[in-house]
C-alpha cells in the first residue's frame, strides 16, 4: 500500500512539474508587442499643425489621408492633401514597403504639376529605431536633383501644442540643385510628425503639431475605399 502511495505522489509531482514547464514555455515564446509606428497612415487621420518663419510668417495647415488606393503589388498608396488656408492644396503619395516609408509622387492642385520621385523615395525605416541611417539620390520635380542622408537618435520626449510625446529625431541633410538645406523631424510613437525645423540659408520655419484624429471607420469602409478606382 505504502509502494504505491508513493508511486502516485511521484505520478502526481510529475504532472505538476510538466504543467509548469509547459506554462513556462508558453511565457517564453509569448511576442514582445509591435514597435511603435512613427509614421501612421490610414484613410481620414488629420493632423493640423502650427507654423511660423525666422521672417515672422505664421500659418496653420493640416494633412489628411484623403485616398488608400492599392496598388497591383499589393502595396498600399496613401494620399495625403495638404492644405494651407484658401490656397490650393498638395497632394502627396507615401506607401510602406521593405521596411521603408516611401514617398512616392507630389502634385500641385493649382497649376497640375506633378512629379514621381525616381526612384522613389526613401523617406524613413519603418519601423524607427535609435541609431538608423539611410541615403537617397534621385529626381523629384522637373528634373530637380536631390541627394540626402539621414539619420535617428532617441527617443525623447516632445511637448508641442498638442500634447507631450515619446519621439524619434530624424535629421536630414539635403543638397537640392547645389543648395544645402537640414531638415530636423520628431516623430511621436502611433501618432506621426509632432514637430518640424527646415534650416536653408538665412532661412529657418518650424512647425508643431496643434490636434490630431484618428476617427474610427465603419466595418467595411476601408476595404470600399481601397477597391475604388479612377482616383
Given at each position: 500500500?505504502?509502494?504505491?502511495?508513493?508511486?502516485?505522489?511521484?505520478?502526481?509531482?510529475?504532472?505538476?512539474l510538466q504543467t509548469q514547464a509547459q506554462t513556462a514555455n508558453k511565457t517564453a515564446v509569448r511576442k514582445p508587442p509591435p514597435p511603435p509606428d512613427y509614421f501612421p497612415l490610414r484613410y481620414k487621420y488629420w493632423w493640423k499643425?502650427?507654423?511660423?518663419?525666422?521672417?515672422g510668417k505664421e500659418d496653420t495647415y493640416t494633412l489628411t489621408d484623403i485616398h488608400d488606393d492599392r496598388q497591383e503589388d499589393k502595396t498600399i498608396w496613401h494620399e495625403i492633401e495638404t492644405k494651407v488656408g484658401t490656397f490650393?492644396?498638395?497632394?502627396?503619395?507615401?506607401?510602406?514597403?521593405?521596411?521603408?516609408?516611401?514617398?512616392?509622387?507630389?502634385?500641385?492642385?493649382?497649376?497640375?504639376?506633378?512629379?514621381?520621385?525616381?526612384?522613389?523615395?526613401?523617406?524613413?525605416?519603418?519601423?524607427?529605431?535609435?541609431?538608423?541611417?539611410?541615403?537617397?539620390?534621385?529626381?523629384?520635380?522637373?528634373?530637380?536633383?536631390?541627394?540626402?542622408?539621414?539619420?535617428?537618435?532617441?527617443?525623447?520626449?516632445?511637448?508641442?501644442?498638442?500634447?507631450?510625446?515619446?519621439?524619434?529625431?530624424?535629421?536630414?541633410?539635403?543638397?537640392?540643385?547645389?543648395?544645402?538645406?537640414?531638415?530636423?523631424?520628431?516623430?511621436?510613437?502611433?501618432?506621426?510628425?509632432?514637430?518640424?525645423?527646415?534650416?536653408?540659408?538665412?532661412?529657418?520655419?518650424?512647425?508643431?503639431?496643434?490636434?490630431?484624429?484618428?476617427?474610427?471607420?465603419?466595418?467595411?469602409?476601408?476595404?470600399?475605399?481601397?477597391?475604388?478606382?479612377?482616383?
Amino acid at each position: 500500500m505504502r509502494n504505491l502511495s508513493m508511486l502516485l505522489l511521484a505520478s502526481l509531482l510529475a504532472a505538476t512539474l510538466q504543467t509548469q514547464a509547459q506554462t513556462a514555455n508558453k511565457t517564453a515564446v509569448r511576442k514582445p508587442p509591435p514597435p511603435p509606428d512613427y509614421f501612421p497612415l490610414r484613410y481620414k487621420y488629420w493632423w493640423k499643425y502650427h507654423s511660423k518663419t525666422s521672417a515672422g510668417k505664421e500659418d496653420t495647415y493640416t494633412l489628411t489621408d484623403i485616398h488608400d488606393d492599392r496598388q497591383e503589388d499589393k502595396t498600399i498608396w496613401h494620399e495625403i492633401e495638404t492644405k494651407v488656408g484658401t490656397f490650393p492644396p498638395i497632394h502627396d503619395w507615401y506607401s510602406k514597403e521593405k521596411g521603408m516609408v516611401v514617398y512616392q509622387r507630389t502634385e500641385y492642385v493649382a497649376n497640375g504639376m506633378k512629379a514621381d520621385f525616381v526612384p522613389p523615395r526613401q523617406y524613413i525605416k519603418d519601423p524607427l529605431f535609435n541609431g538608423d541611417s539611410w541615403h537617397w539620390e534621385g529626381k523629384g520635380m522637373m528634373g530637380t536633383s536631390i541627394d540626402e542622408t539621414s539619420t535617428t537618435t532617441g527617443p525623447e520626449d516632445v511637448e508641442v501644442p498638442a500634447g507631450k510625446f515619446k519621439s524619434m529625431k530624424v535629421v536630414t541633410k539635403l543638397t537640392q540643385n547645389g543648395s544645402p538645406v537640414t531638415k530636423t523631424y520628431w516623430y511621436g510613437a502611433n501618432v506621426g510628425l509632432v514637430k518640424s525645423k527646415t534650416e536653408s540659408g538665412t532661412v529657418t520655419s518650424e512647425a508643431e503639431l496643434l490636434e490630431y484624429k484618428f476617427p474610427k471607420l465603419e466595418p467595411g469602409e476601408l476595404e470600399a475605399e481601397l477597391n475604388k478606382t479612377g482616383q
